[in-house]
């Protein structure tokens, strides 16, 4: 990375962030999806995909993913992996700060994606069925 100045910054990089970075670099807009685990999110932990359009013998999460990831970066998509947004804030030039542990970036908009969690029941034995099927 040459600089540290974008003019759009994601914040997240599951299906979303990776379908945002995918639409604004085939716009001509310099952007950076910056991810604080890794790119895919939840959806990486999905064996089988039987209703993702494009796909009728279905699709695994980790495939999905990676076939995403390819066609953004394709078009320019920058990806940082590993660190974590501590700061969001606005500098006079009415420009965005995105402050991570390592640096601070620039960007004329911000898309945030951090997608969510799984609602949970509170039930006894239920992280033993997370991820298996039981929703």
């Known amino acids: 990375m040459s600089n540290s100045n ?13 379908t945002a970075g995918l639409y604004t670099c085939r716009a001509g807009l310099k952007t950076l999806l910056i991810e604080r685990n890794f790119i895919g999110g939840q959806i990486v932990n999905a064996a089988l995909l039987e ?15 990676a076939r995403m990831q390819e ?25 965005f700060n995105v402050a991570t542990q390592e640096k601070t970036y620039t960007a004329k908009a911000i898309i ?24």
């Open 6 to 18: 974008y003019e759009v910054i994601i914040v997240g990089g599951g299906p979303a962030g990776l």
């Open 51 to 65: 209703n993702y359009p494009g796909f009728p013998e279905g699709i695994s999460g980790f495939d999905l993913m």
């Open 71 to 95: 066609q953004a970066t394709k078009y320019g998509l920058e990806i940082i992996t590993g660190e974590q947004v501590n700061d969001l804030s606005s500098n006079i030039a009415g420009d």
């Open 112 to 135: 945030i994606t951090t997608g969510g969690e799984y609602s949970k029941l509170g039930v006894e034995g239920e992280a033993r069925y997370t991820g298996k099927g039981v929703s």
